[in-house]
């Protein structure tokens, strides 16, 4: 009996080996494969029809046509008839994440990599829409909101999905709810005057000690503390770069700022990239004023919703990137005539010359997909290049990684869809969805979806 | 009221009198009244706006500057723009949680994008911006304008506190520390100030305290500020014990106070000496819901500046400033009225040196209304900020127009004196009276005491553009394509003449038709009255013994030819009743048997009606297969809305080759010269044929496609003027042979078809079937008797012409109740002396109408015509009687035309005096409602 039981046990033992031994022949080195496809659509200006497109370790090493050479160790797939693309970028969402905002209104402190949850549904459901880079970022229920960071859908950890964490800090000049404009522009204005009158009592505090020391020192009695103190925190001075000059500015450093208010520093220094939450078009008006006032116009993204495009000339003026987010269309009655006047917001945008992105709207069945966004600007008349661009290469440019995401150049990441149609057509199912040279989804192998088409197998 | 010389002297040196390039946009707008503030009006005179500010103003026209664009209002008055004190666009809401906030802006509550048409339609283009209202402090007011480019009068205008009772009881303050520690922990929500008035005096203090030695909080810094830099104190009260505190305030951190009183307050008590400014709000009560009181107390203390009260819109400053003149401790004026909500207005708010007056040098925002200043009904109808135009009332906010005269002649009846006015609406008399209704944004057009108002004048018989034929179809040449819009009917009725009924000038012993047309009308449809006929019959040239053989006989004729079409009418009701019948029940015969077949799987069947009329080509088609597509007798009907009836044509057609000639005949037109045969050419690969007239006015160009067997579509065009589109219908086919056979053709069932028309009779049908009236010509009194005995019997309405006023005649219209219609030469000469035949007439009872006979424009003269025959003896009255009411009473026509009542039409002739008087003329002629405008 044992003996039999121990040859089981080792054939047992073996399987697994076989396996692993099989997968690591298949591809040779972590994240490289290589795809010959119908048709390569690159975002980068240029289509191959058939295409190829090569992945080593993650990063795209070539790109070409059918006759593209491809390195020995690499596997190649191909699918003549399938569509490869960069992948859909969503700029600024809040879903995936815990909750959107938190109940105090100024939080400069909070930052969603405490809050992203990398089984949220959310994320399954991304990868299903070929969508493979998200901008997460709290929402607008706030003054300021926290940073955001740019994740890919697929990881098990945080830190894997992050594709970048500098994506920016929420500010909401829209007021919270409840509010009035007034107030959140007070309540705005105050953070900011308590903040410098924080820096000014610890710059006192820091000369005042200083000159304690200096005293003691005279005095011959060693101060003990030393510089470094093994936090992540920086202890040099000059930690603060904004505003007037205040006795002792120069010796604040990061360390010495209150942990609450450092991001507020980081964004008056001007190291943050500000996602402006200015819905209507009002609010562009005041945003765009108070930006000016603190010299920060240079670092803000505006995010809209339709209403704001009685402001495109606004927006035009600031140079600024825009996106879009929620109904893409303005519905209102003429005062005087009482007749219906829709607009379709990215039409006026586009001819006002602007830089914008789609949002999806994950409430309404269509618009929930960023092709389908896309798609409806080309049905009104928006040229086919500029609706792609706004739910690929311009979030990309917004996040500053037009060199990494959106689009498929030498050295970006290895992430693509591959698509079984042209990606703005509403009967395009995504077959594949590869992040970073790894296979992130198989339509065959998900099973949700398998489950909901074929029924349940047991 | 003039203004005072000095201002006028002012105003008139500050005219730019430079270079010319310094005149390129200046503006002169002209106004029946220009207030420049309350009190200072420019009467007639220009106001001069350029670059958006006033520059000045003057009484002449010649004082103008050469080369300047005038813009004029007409009768409307123009006052500077209205400032609203207050308004609830901003300071509203839930916000925030500071009690004490004078570090709140409302200026960040300004939206450039907000919709404020309903201030511009109440003439507001100045706006105060209030910080939060249900706080203890506020915070900063600002002061936008309403539209335009150039917005923002003022960012930060006042600070505002309330010590009104919402504010006594601002929500606890709750700001957690983030994150909590021991030295620093969650402490329960701290209660704001403050509770009561002396809780929030007291709090006031202590804040300003705190904030004056140098407390770093947002409020206090901003609290300082506006104390050191001595901004407008705006304190809201609605208490006495208030009124105190807010003065004490004032006097202490020494800043000009602006009290603005919410409640009605017992006026008894004095304001103390500090208050300076003073915003009251006036209650306008809208409704039952609040308790009334009456006494002296109904309007309490008489402030500065009114707003309206909390139960009334925002936007209702004008209503809100009238009503303050209730008090009768007010002196009703215009000028407080007017002040009130702008010069002073303006001081309070702080932006006396850009609005609030059109003094030079302020902005030119200004209000054009309709109506008097003081008129219980006058509207907005154009707001100007800056000199530009940013609100003009909508058509659809249009109400109408007012009228108004010192008297007023409404057709029936007395004259009204006194002043009278006249409400039109969508071309229909609404009202006429002493007063009438008022509608929002209604025009008003003063012609001041002196004149008066007439109805429109009815010209009995015109025969313009018809002349002598005795051809009814000559109708289609007068109504047809381009007499319409003749001028001509503008010269006309720029006279007076509204309605003329117009015909040939010969009457047919048959009766010749006329038609009862709007001069002034420009739609098609309003062109004539409908449905109602003016038949005139001549026996003039009759032996006397074959007359009332004559009469009689045609009498009878037309009542055959009625009888004819009363029995075609039954016959048809009859014929359509079995048709509906016979038709349902086939339907569902047809829907069951289709049901079947589909339940037993078969196709349905091809349509019964099919059938039906392949079995009856099959007949013709045997003929068709060499027959000729063109060859034969078609048959069409011409009909167009310009044409008062359809027009039957029938036309013969027989091409040979390329050329076709065509006899074009038509039953309308009188025997004997009833066709007309043309030449034409046929094109067999298109299927056209193509006929060209040349007429006076151009080629009438005829153009018909064979569109289908025995069918054709006809288009026939005159360049320039228009086109008329119509069907004909192959009834005949001939070979070669031109003798037509009239053969009846089968065809599908279609009820009893409609007798022939004859043209000749279809005046004695309207006649005998109560449309119409008839008006005879005689030359003897036993003309007149047959005539008036015979027409009695068939119970024809019947009025007589061209018999002198007798008294015999009189007695036998009396007797028949006949009116006369005089003929044009109203003075007639009689035994040496000159007299008015019309005038006898009336005395005796007999109504009468005035005709004017005309071929050209000559009726446009029938006022200064009846003027002359005023002056010799027919009355005023009279005069009117048969112009307007008596005239369309005996024309029949009186429930359109010839009263100024409601629902009839709106055609009102304005004149500078009595009317018919030799010095009075026309002002104005309104036909339709609409102004009608000499050529």
Known sequence: ?458 | MKMSFPFLAALLFAVPMTSAQAQEDLVAFHAKEIHLYGGGVLENGWLLVQDGKVVGGVEDEEALPPFVEVVDFGEKIVIPGLIAADAPLTGAGNQGDHALGAHRRAWDDYSPFQDLNKALERGITTVYLSPDRNRLVGGRGAVVKTAGSRRVLRKTSDLRVSLVSSAFSPPTFFRPPVPPTSENPIRPATPQAADSLPGAAMALRESAQLALSGATDPHSMAFAEAIRTKASLRIVVDSVAGIRVATDLAKEWDMPLILEISKDLDSTLPLPAAVTSLIVQTPLRMSFGHPSFRGDDSMPYLGDVVVPGSAARWTWLWEASLASLRSPRNEKSEATVLNRITSRAARVLGVQDSVGTLLPGQDADFVVMDGALLDSANSVHRVFIDGQSVWQRPERMKGGTVLRAGTLWTGLGAPITGGAEVLIQNGKIVAAGKVVPHPAGAEVRDAGSDAHMTPGFVDAGNHYKVGSSADPSALLGLLGVNARFHTAWRTMAAGGVTTAVVGPSRGLDTGAQYFAVKTGAVLPKDAWVKDHHVVRFDYGRTNRADLAEKVQSSLKRGKKYAEKWTQWRDERAKWEKENTQKTLDTRRQEENGLRKRLAQGAAPEKNVDEKEDVVEEDVEEKEEKDTDPLNGVWEGVIEHEMIPEPVPLTARLYHDGNTVIGVFSSPMAPPGDNEAELEGEWDAASKTITFSIPTEMGDVVIRGEIDGPDHMAVHVELEGIGAVDFEMNRTEIEEASAAPVRKKRKKKDDGPAEPEKDPRLEGMRALLEGRGVAVVRVSRMDEARTVLQNFAREKIPVHLEGLAPTKEVIALLKAFQAGVVVDPDLIQRKENVDYVPAAVFHQYGIPTAIQSQSRETQAGSLPEVLAMAVRHGLGVEVALQSVTYGAATMLGLSHQVGSLTSGMDADVVVHSGTPFALSTRILHVFAQGEEVVAP
């Open chain 1, 1 to 458: 009996m044992s003996a039999q039981h121990q040859k089981m046990r080792s054939s047992f033992l073996l399987f697994p080996v076989l396996l692993l031994s099989l997968t690591g022949f298949s591809s040779a080195q972590e994240g490289s494969v290589a795809f010959r496809v119908g048709t390569v659509i690159t975002m980068d200006g240029s289509t191959h029809s058939p295409g190829t497109v090569v992945v080593e370790q993650g990063r795209i090493t070539a790109i070409g046509g059918a006759d593209l050479e491809i390195p020995f160790d690499v596997l190649l797939k191909e699918y003549p008839d399938a569509t490869l693309f960069p992948g859909f970028a969503e700029t600024h969402t809040s879903g995936g994440l815990d909750r959107a905002n938190e109940n105090v209104p100024v939080a400069p402190f909070l930052d969603v990599k405490d809050s992203i949850d990398p089984v949220s549904y959310f994320f399954e459901d991304e990868l299903r829409l070929g969508t493979t880079a998200l901008g997460i970022i709290p929402g607008a229920n706030c003054v300021i909101g926290g940073r955001g960071r740019v994740v890919a859908p697929a990881g098990m950890t945080m830190e894997a999905m992050t594709l970048d964490d500098s994506m920016g800090m929420k500010i909401a000049i829209g007021p919270k709810s409840g509010w009035s404009r007034s107030a959140q522009m007070a309540e705005l204005r105050e953070a900011v005057s308590k903040l410098n009158r924080d820096l000014r009592t610890k710059a006192q505090d820091i000369l005042h000690q200083g000159a304690v020391k200096a005293d003691a020192l005279k005095a011959d009695e060693a101060g003990e503390d030393s510089e470094e103190d093994g936090d992540m925190w920086d202890s040099s001075g000059g930690y603060v770069r904004f505003g007037e000059d205040f006795p002792g500015k120069d010796l604040l450093s990061e360390e010495d700022v209150d942990e609450i208010q450092r991001g507020l520093v980081d964004i008056l220094n001007g190291d943050e990239r500000l996602w402006l939450w200015c819905p209507t078009a009002t609010d562009v008006f005041h945003g765009k004023t108070w930006a000016e006032d603190l010299g920060l116009l240079d670092h803000i993204i505006f995010v809209v919703t339709a209403s704001a495009w009685k402001a495109a000339d606004l927006l035009m003026e600031s140079g600024r990137p825009v996106t879009l987010t929620g109904s893409m269309w303005h519905v209102e009655r003429d005062p005087v005539t009482w007749e219906e006047v829709r607009t379709f917001v990215p039409t006026v945008f586009h001819e006002a010359g602007l830089a914008f992105s789609l949002g999806s709207e994950k409430s309404r069945m269509g618009p929930h997909r960023l092709g389908y966004q896309a798609a409806t600007c080309i049905r009104e008349g928006l040229p086919r290049a500029v609706a792609l661009a706004a739910v690929t290469t311009n979030p990309a440019a917004m996040w500053g990684m037009e060199d990494q995401v959106g689009a498929l150049k030498v050295n970006a990441d290895g992430t693509f869809v591959l698509m079984d149609g042209d990606p703005l057509d509403i009967q395009s199912k995504v077959l594949q969805v590869w992040i970073r040279g790894s296979k992130a989804y198989d339509r065959n192998t998900d099973e949700r979806l398998q489950r909901l088409l074929k029924g349940q197998s047991r």
